[in-house]
């Protein structure tokens, strides 16, 4: 995979940030074996939450959807600093969460906002298992957090 992950990334006009720090008692991201867990991943720009509240209410789902590939963009920095983005040979799963509004359905198409993004970077090797889950309420009032496992070299 190596430098074709980062042509795609000029190719779409993505630069992986820097890690964003954590707000509480955990690592971004730890590898053990080929295995890199990254931490759940808010959608954080420049140390800003760029929205915040419930999707569906406070949010419409296709911010949600941006908010979502913004945490996997975050996500991605994480192992980037980790082990670097060429070392990755696979995304394996990927869980979203999305503060959802009482009668909010859309969790699925939200979270797509990261598995498009990992689609996109990674090709076939972007392919995953995922889950996306309603919550009440996220960590920051953060309309969206993503948390991801991927396969390294």
Do not use: C, W
Not at 84 to 99: E, N
Not at 120 to 149: C, D, M, Q, W, Y
């Amino acid at each position: 995979m190596g430098s074709e992950v980062f042509a795609r990334l000029e190719e779409l006009g993505l630069t992986i940030p820097p890690v964003v720090p954590p707000v509480a008692a955990y690592v971004p991201a730890l590898r053990t074996g080929n295995h890199v867990y990254v931490s759940g991943q808010l959608p954080m720009i420049d140390g800003k939450l760029p929205a915040a509240g419930l999707v569906g209410a406070d949010v419409t789902a296709e911010q949600a959807k941006d908010l979502a590939r913004q945490a996997g963009l975050n996500a991605l920095g994480a192992v980037h600093a980790l082990v670097g983005l060429d070392k990755v040979v696979q995304v394996v799963k990927i869980v979203g969460f999305v503060a959802s509004a009482p009668g909010f359905t859309g969790q699925p198409g939200v979270v797509n906002g990261a598995s498009e993004l990992f689609g996109e970077v990674f090709g076939e090797a972007g392919k995953h298992a995922r889950s996306a889950v309603g919550v009440s309420v996220l960590p920051l009032n953060t309309p969206v957090e993503v948390e991801a496992i991927f396969e390294v070299a």
